[in-house]
């Protein structure tokens, strides 16, 4: 497979549209994440990338064959396709290695030992002789995974993979995971609703928001150039207030912002990430003309969040500061707030 392409799929369960008018492509090797929601299409798309929907409207295209169409569906075990579905379902009448093999070809010695590589990789290898049944959820998961990267097929499809697994395990599995699809250059489609995660497995990811594509594009472009509100705060908690634009700036209690893209009287909505706002004990000249009040700070581990006002009292503007790191500032204690322009997401509000 040298592409997967999807143009212009639709898809309704009866009447309800599920997904409309998707278009983007998978390169051999390449990662792709449908990214969004829940219940925003994406275990659709996945379904209908495996054939097991058919599209009401566009075609999957695989190089120069089309693979899917309102009335054609080539079989799912014809596609060469590895699938982890979230109910993943592994053979319960074979042991944890038999499944893993089910997929290869050669030897049995040959295979046998491919599998146990693989095993070893998602820390399943003493399972070896054990049924599914004897299994955790998690441990389950990762056979599937296995199962399905073991005859290095072209492409595998990936629905919540990691979902099953508690966080420290998540990231290991992951990183193993992308390793091993380099290794064997298989290219995967996979279904995340956890933006970090996507960012972390992802060559390109497809943004998602009520079955239609809110963006596309490599984890910098995503993070760092939101196309709307939606995808800049899908990246994280944010600071999002809407202000009108005169003369090209926002006043606010910021200080003032440049707007000069937009005409006068444009409502815009301003949103900043927790994580871009910086927080001094004393003024710079970057700094909001406005004191702020420490009124809460959270300990996270290795970042603190602190809750801050422009009023020594709930009345005022709240905003929401991600430092990394230990919190040194006293709840009361006065501040000042600074974004880098850079960092201020601008969009015109839809609402007018
Ligand atoms: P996601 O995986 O992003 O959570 P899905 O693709 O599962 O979203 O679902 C998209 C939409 O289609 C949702 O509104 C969901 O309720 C609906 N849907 C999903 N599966 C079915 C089904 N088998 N029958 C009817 N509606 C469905
Ligand atoms: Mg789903």
New binding site residues.
């Given amino acids: 497979m040298k592409q997967l392409s999807f143009k212009n799929i639709s898809h309704s369960?009866?009447d309800?549209p599920?997904v409309k008018d998707i278009s983007f492509t998978i390169q051999a090797g390449e990662v792709v994440s449908l990214l969004?929601p829940?219940?925003?299409?994406?275990?659709?798309m996945l379904r209908l990338a495996a054939g097991l929907e058919r599209p009401q409207k566009g075609k999957i295209i695989q190089d120069d064959t089309v693979i899917s169409s309102p009335d054609f569906a080539l079989d799912p075990s014809l596609r060469g396709v590895g699938l982890v579905f979230q109910n993943y379902a592994l053979f319960p009448h074979l042991t944890v290695l038999e499944n893993v093999c089910y997929g290869l070809k050669g030897k049995k010695k040959d295979n046998v030992a491919l599998a146990e590589e693989v095993m070893a990789d998602f820390d399943i290898l003493p399972l070896a002789e054990n049924y599914p049944s004897e299994l955790s959820g998690g441990q389950q998961q990762r056979v599937a995974l296995a199962r399905a990267v073991c005859p290095a097929p072209d492409l595998v499809l990936l629905d919540e993979p990691f979902s099953g697994l508690d966080t420290r395990l998540r990231e290991r599995i992951r990183d193993r995971l992308l390793h091993v699809l380099r290794e064997k250059n298989i290219a995967a489609l996979m279904?995340t609703h956890d933006a970090e995660e996507a960012m972390f497995m992802s060559d390109k990811i497809v943004v998602l928001e009520k079955g239609q594509v809110a963006q596309i594009g490599t984890p910098l472009e995503v993070y760092r150039s939101p196309q709307s509100s939606f995808v800049a705060t899908f990246f994280g908690e944010a600071n999002q207030f809407s202000s009108a634009v005169s003369q090209g700036v926002i006043t606010s209690v910021l200080g003032p912002i440049d707007a000069s893209q937009f005409a006068d009287g444009t409502k815009v909505e301003v949103v900043i990430r927790n994580e871009n706002l910086t927080v001094y004990d004393t003024k710079h000249d970057h700094c909001s003309p406005t004191p702020f009040t420490i009124m809460e700070t959270h300990l996270l581990g290795s970042n603190t969040l602190v809750h801050l006002s422009d009023k020594k009292d709930d009345s005022g503007h709240h905003f929401h500061a991600k430092i990394p790191g230990l919190n040194f500032f006293e709840v009361g204690a006065t501040v000042y707030l600074s974004a880098a322009q850079s960092d201020i997401f601008l969009f015109e509000s839809s609402n007018g």
Avoid at 38 to 44: D, R
């Fill in positions: 369960y009866a309800m599920s969004g829940s219940g925003c299409g994406k275990s659709t279904v």
